[in-house]
């Protein structure tokens, strides 16, 4: 098992971004008389934020709309400070790049947010491309759009030599539109039942592990 391109996902595989989204989705909530915990927000943390609105609370598109820009309103001054990168990523980055695999960031997360992001971190100088959702999140948000948006910008069309890594369900079903195999990690925010009922092909408990496993 040889693969050119790695397409990564971002919030759970690369970096614990939750503390600043569930913060900015309570600020957001409390806009609309909602009051919740940010430790009850868990399920924001992966999924579409336009899914999310609209899934959990019932919301229109037009208070849906609105909810993602106060939550933008707070993330953009404190929510994307409030992310750090999980030991050992900067090992796993470092040397995958080095063994001469094209990294590929897949995120549904704005592309604006995720490339500054990767940059804080000193991360982006490991990646051919930074691809993720378009700024309002209603267009090229799902992972399976942002997984195509990234394959036509590298001129990808065989897509069996590449192969998908993610935390969550939407990681796996995404990639496998393109029937691009997913690893699985479980650092992150999903567990193996849910990974491998979605179809993973492996699930690695470590970024050391995911590494190993990658330069098989």
């Not at 993602?68 to 993330?75: A, D, H, L």
């Not at 947010?113 to 971190?121: D, G, K, Q, V």
């Not at 992972?143 to 890594?165: A, R």
């Amino acid at each position: 098992m040889s693969f050119k391109y790695i397409l990564f996902d971002l919030d759970g595989t690369l970096s614990d971004s939750a503390p600043g989204i569930t913060k900015s989705v309570a600020y957001a909530l409390e806009k609309f008389g909602i009051h919740e915990k940010a430790e009850n927000l868990g399920y924001f943390v992966g999924p579409p934020l336009y899914e999310a609105f609209r899934d959990k609370y019932g919301m229109n598109p037009e208070n849906t709309s609105k909810a993602i820009q106060y939550f933008r309103e707070r993330f953009e001054a404190k929510g994307i400070l409030e992310n750090t990168p999980y030991d050992g990523v900067e090992y796993l980055l470092r040397t995958l790049h080095s063994a001469g695999k094209k990294l590929i960031l897949a995120t549904s997360k704005p592309e604006k947010f995720a490339a500054e992001i990767l940059e804080r971190y000193g991360f982006a100088k490991y990646f051919t491309f930074i691809g993720g959702a378009c700024m309002d999140e209603s267009t090229r948000m799902k992972k399976d759009e942002v997984i195509e948006y990234c394959l036509t910008e590298c001129n990808i069309t065989d897509t069996s030599e590449c192969i998908m890594v993610g935390d969550r369900y939407h990681d796996v079903e995404g990639a496998k539109k393109f029937n691009i195999p997913t690893v699985g990690v479980l650092y992150g925010y999903g567990t193996r039942e849910e990974l491998e009922d979605a179809g993973a092909i492996a699930v690695c408990e470590t970024p050391e592990a995911l590494c190993e496993y990658l330069l098989k």
